[in-house]
Antibody, heavy 119, light 103 residues
Framework: EVQLVESGGGLVQPGRSLRLSCAAS????????MHWVRQAPGKGLEWVSG????????GYADSVKGRFTISRDNAKNSLYLQMNSLRAEDTALYYC????????????WGQGTLVTVSS | EIVLTQSPATLSLSPGERATLSCRAS??????LAWYQQKPGQAPRLLIY???NRATGIPARFSGSGSGTDFTLTISSLEPEDFAVYYC?????FGQGTKLEIK
């Protein structure tokens, strides 16, 4: 059974940093691209960042470019999101999601970890 | 950047009725269009990929059609558990969602 379990969310002050993790199991992790997708309270879905199976291709939404860094450790079956210079508008539920090599759709999602940016 | 526009924003129907949800792309996305269902407090669930292929375990009452810029998600006969928010997606872009509510 495919499982994606996010962790690392919490309450953080504006301008501070936070690191999210996603632990994957039930599939061959390094066969797939992985992504972070977020959802602000009461709002829709927003793709944040994606990384190819070998970290050779990485992309970011304009809203987080230069502040967030995605990475993965295939030996640990884990995905990460380093979030720096956090803003109030980064407050959201952050989902980890799996995709194929074409990044065309997300077939499995975690349950999300909540990030709240507030003073 | 591609923009996906979903309509209607809210759709009010009764169980047993047919639901038709629309997604329009600002430029051609070929058949690279997916649909997701999200219920309150849950993660999104993939329903349809590549415009018309049902994901694993998705009931046959869900179907997708379209190509280029115009796409449709059809639920042939609504079950109580189908009332939720539905999103379309192409690569990095999501539509704003259609809320399917009980009439």
């Amino acid at each position: 059974e495919v499982q994606l379990v996010e962790s690392g969310g919490g309450l953080v002050q504006p301008g501070r940093s936070l690191r999210l993790s996603c632990a994957a199991s039930g599939f061959t992790f390094d066969d797939y691209a992985m992504h972070w997708v977020r959802q602000a309270p009461g709002k829709g879905l927003e793709w944040v960042s994606g990384i190819s199976w070998n970290s050779g291709s990485i992309g970011y939404a304009d809203s987080v470019k230069g502040r967030f860094t995605i990475s993965r450790d295939n030996a640990k079956n884990s995905l990460y999101l380093q979030m720096n210079s956090l803003r109030a508008e980064d407050t959201a539920l952050y989902y980890c999601a799996r995709s194929g090599s074409g990044w065309s759709y997300f077939d499995y999602w975690g349950q999300g970890t909540l990030v709240t940016v507030s003073s | 950047e591609i923009v996906l526009t979903q309509s209607p924003a809210t759709l009010s129907l009764s169980p047993g009725e047919r639901a038709t949800l629309s997604c329009r792309a600002s430029q051609s996305v070929s058949s690279y269009l997916a649909w997701y269902q999200q219920k309150p407090g849950q993660a999104p669930r993939l329903l349809i990929y590549d415009a018309s292929n049902r994901a694993t375990g998705i009931p046959a009452r869900f179907s997708g059609s379209g190509s280029g810029t115009d796409f449709t998600l059809t639920i042939s006969s609504l079950e109580p558990e189908d009332f939720a928010v539905y999103y379309c997606q192409h690569r990095r872009t999501f539509g704003q969602g259609t809320k399917l509510e009980i009439k």
